[in-house]
């Protein structure tokens, strides 16, 4: 059996472990969140460095790539610099590849139903091929980042724009605490709305779960979600606030679907290579297994 440990910096009430058969292969997903303790979220890579398959970096990422242009996260490569043996992804390699289409499969499944085109990215540094993808499928775009990210009310209306942000500021932010650009522990709980008007503009709302849920307004009525990490309990969270359609980037597996990271960590031990795979090799392990976005109908 192949074991799969995704640590994160997140909640520990997110955490979850399932057994799943990939490729044949019978794999074991554990998902161990430290409620943002940093400390002891590299104590426990060095724990497991070797004893299993493959890593997911959960809740954060080792850096970005923007553009052609990538930019670690130096907060973050401090707390992996222990791992020594076991492989390990942080969901970047799956977000080239299943993210980098889905607004067209969203245009295949439920194009008529989204009346305008209008997408909002709370943070599209951190999900530039979903960006990339609206913006191909010709959607009206709204990115978050500056809004969001650090509190200033201007919203970013393109790929250019975005790509400038990007080049002027992440080299500097970069260089900042981890949890001083994304929420960690019981912070990720916590839901403080803010520029509703930018949630009510879209049709659709694209990204991270957690991006999504930490700012939006009581009603959401009709909207379409896109992301991939969520509990049944966000689901239900979703359906309350009237969204229409939930899509995961990512399959659902006992009620939840797991972040990038878990899915590109189970396909790199059912590989067997002892390495990360490139994106073509994803490419061709997706085609296999079939993998496709789950569409929800939550309020129909």
């Known amino acids: 059996m192949k074991r799969v440990v995704s640590v994160s910096l997140g909640s520990s009430t997110r955490d979850k472990k399932v057994t799943i058969t990939l490729a044949g292969e019978t794999v074991q997903i554990e998902r161990i969140g430290t409620d943002g303790d940093a400390a002891r979220a590299a104590q426990m890579y060095c724990e497991l460095d070797g004893q299993v398959d493959a890593f997911g970096v959960g809740g954060f990422d080792l850096g970005l790539t923007v553009a052609g242009r990538y930019y670690p996260i130096y907060s973050v490569q401090k707390i992996v610099a222990g791992v020594r043996q076991t492989p390990m992804v942080d969901g970047s390699g799956l977000r080239q590849t299943l993210e980098r289409r889905i607004a067209q499969f969203l245009e295949q499944v439920i194009g008529p139903q989204i009346s305008p085109k209008r997408v909002l990215i709370p943070a599209a540094v951190d999900r530039y091929d979903l960006?990339?993808?609206?913006?191909?499928?010709?959607?009206?775009?709204?990115?978050?980042?500056?809004?969001?990210?650090?509190?200033?009310?201007?919203?970013?209306?393109?790929?250019?724009?975005?790509?400038?942000?990007?080049?002027?500021?992440?080299?500097?932010?970069?260089?900042?605490?981890?949890?001083?650009?994304?929420?960690?522990?019981?912070?990720?709980?916590?839901?403080?709305?803010?520029?509703?008007?930018?949630?009510?503009?879209?049709?659709?709302?694209?990204?991270?779960?957690?991006?999504?849920?930490?700012?939006?307004?009581?009603?959401?009525?009709?909207?379409?979600?896109?992301?991939?990490?969520?509990?049944?309990?966000?689901?239900?969270?979703?359906?309350?606030?009237?969204?229409?359609?939930?899509?995961?980037?990512?399959?659902?597996?006992?009620?939840?679907?797991?972040?990038?990271?878990?899915?590109?960590?189970?396909?790199?031990?059912?590989?067997?290579?002892?390495?990360?795979?490139?994106?073509?090799?994803?490419?061709?392990?997706?085609?296999?297994?079939?993998?496709?976005?789950?569409?929800?109908?939550?309020?129909?």
């Open 131 to 300: 960006a990339l993808s609206f913006a191909e499928a010709k959607y009206g775009l709204l990115f978050g980042d500056l809004g969001f990210g650090l509190g200033i009310p201007l919203p970013i209306r393109s790929l250019r724009a975005l790509h400038l942000l990007a080049r002027i500021l992440l080299p500097v932010l970069f260089r900042m605490p981890f949890e001083w650009l994304y929420p960690t522990g019981e912070k990720q709980e916590t839901i403080k709305p803010k520029f509703p008007q930018w949630y009510q503009w879209a049709t659709v709302i694209a990204g991270d779960c957690l991006y999504i849920k930490r700012h939006m307004p009581e009603r959401l009525d009709g909207k379409v979600i896109v992301t991939n990490t969520t509990t049944e309990a966000d689901v239900e969270t979703f359906r309350q606030r009237g969204v229409r359609y939930l899509v995961t980037s990512t399959p659902r597996i006992e009620g939840r679907s797991f972040g990038t990271n878990v899915m590109e960590a189970a396909l790199v031990a059912v590989a067997g290579k002892g390495r990360p795979l490139t994106p073509l090799e994803l490419e061709e392990m997706i085609q296999q297994l079939h993998l496709e976005p789950t569409l929800q109908s939550l309020n129909p």
